[in-house]
């Protein structure tokens, strides 16, 4: 019995100590697989850079803003010298060549809907050299650059390969002539400022005066116009203290509107120059702010009074 228990026993004692060297290795192992680097096998580039690294570190700061400072002064008087610039310049140059004779070069330029605006002026202002690459054509700007002429409303500028840039403008209506204390200029039916500049086929236009007339005169001229036998006469549409309007007449006549029903007031107006021939008197001034009584002025200075009587005069 006693062989049987010790050699039982001695044979635990020998697995016990085989599977404690077992986890011994086991342990070993997988320290040696993630507790260890493995040596880099990298080639002289990668070692020129782990070398730059280790000098451009923060441990060296001052080296780093030192060469810094060095690369910025390069830089600076490159730029200044221009050669930078010339050397853009003559590259940039080179491709347009190169893109040109291959095709791309802009050759033709095709304008449509300009009217008062010369050729010469939008091919100035759109700023496209012959030959230049249609790649490198800035629309964007060229189209601003339009937008600036006088009489240029709207503008669409196109590229049609493979060497045509297509323009295409809308530009303003001129709606009436306005003498402001700088001069004569032509201006929009919104009141838009267009050009003080060869005024001369506008002399038909309306006369505006006044200040801030060219806003707000659309209105009143549209009302006047319907009225022919005042249009046919009327030399200028007086704005009046940003409030009201005057009608200047030929003969130096003027006439007095209020500031609201001056509607219905030129209808009067209307059926005094038509019906009473009032423009045939020695007249300076016709007054017809109150509705109930009408003012005339005579050239003498002399004033008469007329009353309203369904909105007629007597």
Same mark, same amino acid.
């Given at each position: 019995?006693?062989?049987?228990? +010790?050699?039982?026993?001695?044979?635990?004692?020998?697995?016990? +100590?085989?599977?404690?060297?077992? %986890?011994?290795?086991?342990?070993?192992?997988?320290?040696?697989? /993630? !507790?260890?680097?493995?040596?880099?096998?990298?080639?002289?580039?990668?070692?020129?850079?782990?070398?730059?690294?280790?000098?451009?570190?923060? %441990? =060296?700061?001052?080296?780093?803003? &030192?060469? @810094?400072?060095?690369?910025?002064?390069?830089?600076?008087?490159?730029?200044?010298?221009?050669?930078?610039?010339?050397?853009?310049?003559? &590259? #940039?140059?080179? $491709?347009?060549?190169?893109?040109?004779?291959?095709? /791309?070069?802009?050759?033709?330029?095709?304008?449509?809907? #300009?009217?008062? &605006?010369?050729?010469?002026?939008?091919?100035?202002?759109?700023?496209?050299?012959? @030959?230049?690459?249609?790649? &490198?054509?800035?629309?964007?700007?060229?189209?601003?650059?339009?937008?600036?002429?006088?009489? $240029?409303?709207?503008?669409?500028?196109?590229?049609?390969?493979?060497?045509?840039?297509?323009?295409?403008?809308?530009?303003?209506?001129?709606?009436?002539?306005?003498?402001?204390?700088?001069?004569? =200029?032509?201006?929009?039916?919104?009141?838009?400022?267009?050009?003080?500049?060869?005024?001369?086929? /506008?002399?038909?236009?309306?006369?505006?005066?006044?200040?801030?007339?060219?806003?707000?005169?659309?209105?009143?001229?549209?009302?006047?116009?319907?009225?022919?036998?005042?249009?046919?006469?009327? +030399?200028?549409?007086?704005?009046?203290?940003?409030? %009201?309007? #005057?009608?200047?007449?030929?003969? !130096?006549?003027?006439?007095?509107?209020?500031?609201?029903?001056?509607?219905?007031?030129?209808?009067?107006?209307?059926?005094?120059?038509?019906?009473?021939?009032?423009?045939?008197?020695?007249?300076a001034e016709i007054d017809l702010r109150s509705p109930l009584h009408y003012f005339f002025v005579t050239k003498s200075g002399e004033q008469k009074e007329k009353k309203i009587e369904r909105g007629r005069a007597i």
């Amino acid at each position: 019995m006693r062989s049987v228990s +010790q050699a039982q026993k001695s044979r635990e004692g020998r697995a016990r +100590q085989g599977r404690s060297r077992a %986890r011994g290795v086991t342990r070993g192992a997988a320290q040696q697989t /993630f !507790g260890r680097r493995k040596k880099s096998s990298g080639g002289p580039l990668s070692r020129l850079f782990a070398s730059l690294r280790a000098v451009l570190s923060v %441990r =060296y700061p001052m080296l780093v803003m &030192t060469l @810094g400072l060095i690369l910025l002064t390069a830089l600076a008087a490159l730029f200044a010298s221009g050669v930078i610039g010339r050397s853009i310049h003559r &590259t #940039n140059a080179a $491709v347009d060549a190169v893109i040109a004779d291959a095709g /791309f070069g802009i050759s033709r330029l095709h304008l449509g809907g #300009n009217v008062r &605006t010369a050729p010469a002026t939008i091919q100035a202002a759109l700023g496209f050299e012959p @030959g230049q690459s249609i790649f &490198t054509a800035d629309l964007q700007d060229a189209r601003a650059r339009l937008l600036r002429l006088p009489w $240029v409303a709207k503008a669409e500028v196109k590229r049609r390969y493979p060497d045509d840039i297509s323009v295409r403008i809308v530009e303003k209506q001129p709606f009436a002539r306005w003498q402001s204390l700088s001069g004569l =200029y032509v201006v929009e039916r919104s009141g838009g400022l267009i050009t003080d500049k060869d005024l001369g086929p /506008f002399g038909k236009l309306p006369l505006l005066a006044g200040d801030g007339a060219p806003k707000v005169a659309a209105e009143f001229v549209d009302a006047v116009a319907q009225h022919r036998a005042i249009v046919a006469r009327v +030399q200028a549409y007086q704005y009046q203290s940003r409030r %009201r309007w #005057n009608l200047l007449l030929d003969d !130096g006549v003027i006439v007095k509107l209020p500031e609201t029903g001056w509607r219905k007031q030129l209808d009067a107006l209307e059926y005094l120059i038509v019906d009473k021939g009032i423009l045939e008197h020695d007249l300076a001034e016709i007054d017809l702010r109150s509705p109930l009584h009408y003012f005339f002025v005579t050239k003498s200075g002399e004033q008469k009074e007329k009353k309203i009587e369904r909105g007629r005069a007597i």
